[in-house]
């Protein structure tokens, strides 16, 4: 299973969803790569924001290593589920998209929580750090029922 997060900076939520991600599918001992990418490219080459770092960190995570690269259509080929955080994103990705098969790859990362209601992760940019800690939950939450889904596809 390939599973690719995607927003708009590749700095703040996506890098997190990626390192939640990881963390929750290494715990339940599923073969999972995650990667991260964003649909704008100003960040790319960049560390995740010291806000996201903080957060995982406080959680167990590290998420220092990783970096800002673009969504490309290539992304297309290589992962099962592409995750975005919000309608921008899903937009921009599914315009990139060849077919319906993969358009149909990319979902709304909280719709695994909150199936078909299409809610948004918010942008925690411009914010205190409050909002990546609402955010942190609402991608850990969303982690853990991805997690639950492969189980439940798997057995
Ligand atoms: P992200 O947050 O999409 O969650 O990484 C943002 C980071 C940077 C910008 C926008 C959103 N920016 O405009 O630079």
Redesign the pocket.
Known sequence: MRILMV????????PLAEGIMRARAEEAGLDVRVDSA?TAA??VGEPPDLRSQEIASKHGIDISKQRARQFEVSDFDIFDKIYV?DSNNYQDVVALAADQEEAGKVDLILNEVYPEENRPVP?P?YGGRDGFKNVYDMLNASCYKIVENIRSQQS
């Open positions: 927003c708009l900076g590749n700095i703040c939520r996506s964003g100003y960040h955080m942008d940019y």
